[in-house]
């Protein structure tokens, strides 16, 4: 288990609460895996709990006695990996430590989205969010945390700082850059063009700079 560091770096429990046992958790997982395997291979309607039973190997009465519906399957799926995202990469040593290189790297490879998995999953779950509520609202929280990991990391770049509005925005720039990325990788499995990335990456050192410029 990944613990916070004094910065406060997520863990990865918050899909898997630590009250529950061993063997509610390992069940858990085996019915998160099952989904994300056949969401993927027959989509998130086709994807019945019967299928998910057959898959997973657990009962379908105690499939919804872990989940409450499919949408409940997807949430603890979208946190999971979201968590391993933010805390098992470089980021979190990277506050800890304050290293602002390792942030800027991180920055670059979240922009370019080079390592994105499950490319059928994701595009999956992205076209659900547009018809399902609870689908959306799990995408709008994941979009919160990552905006507030954003925001977190730029602070590191630019410890003094005081225009919280442009690092915001700057964060949120960040967002949308990687969001486009993200969507043309689903469309095209190519990794992106490093010259575009360094263009992308000039525009976000230009506005480093001038956040640092303001705060001397």
Known sequence: ????CKEGCPD??????????????????????A???LFAEHG?????????????????????????NKEAIVAALVEHDLDEFLAGDELCA?????DRTMVRDWIARFI????????????????????????AEIFDAMDDRL??????????IAPGATDEGRIARLGESILIMAGGMCQRRLMNARCTDP???NLLMDFIDSEIAAIEREQR
Do not use: W
């Open 195 to 197: 010259a575009v990335l």
């Open 1 to 4: 288990m990944i613990q916070h």
């Open 147 to 156: 905006r507030g990991q954003l925001v977190r990391a730029l602070r590191i």
């Open 44 to 68: 998130f309607h086709a994807t019945s709990m019967a299928k998910l039973s057959e898959r997973s190997g657990v009962l379908v009465g105690q499939i919804y006695r872990d989940f409450a």
């Open 94 to 98: 990277a506050r800890c430590t304050a």
């Open 12 to 33: 990865t429990d918050t899909a898997f609460p630590r009250d529950r046992s061993g063997k509610a958790n390992a069940r858990r997982t085996k019915i998160v895996q």
């Open 112 to 135: 370019a989205c080079n390592d994105l998995n499950d490319t059928r999953l994701i595009a999956e779950i992205m076209a659900e969010a547009n018809r399902n509520q609870r689908i």
């Open 35 to 37: 989904a994300r395997e």
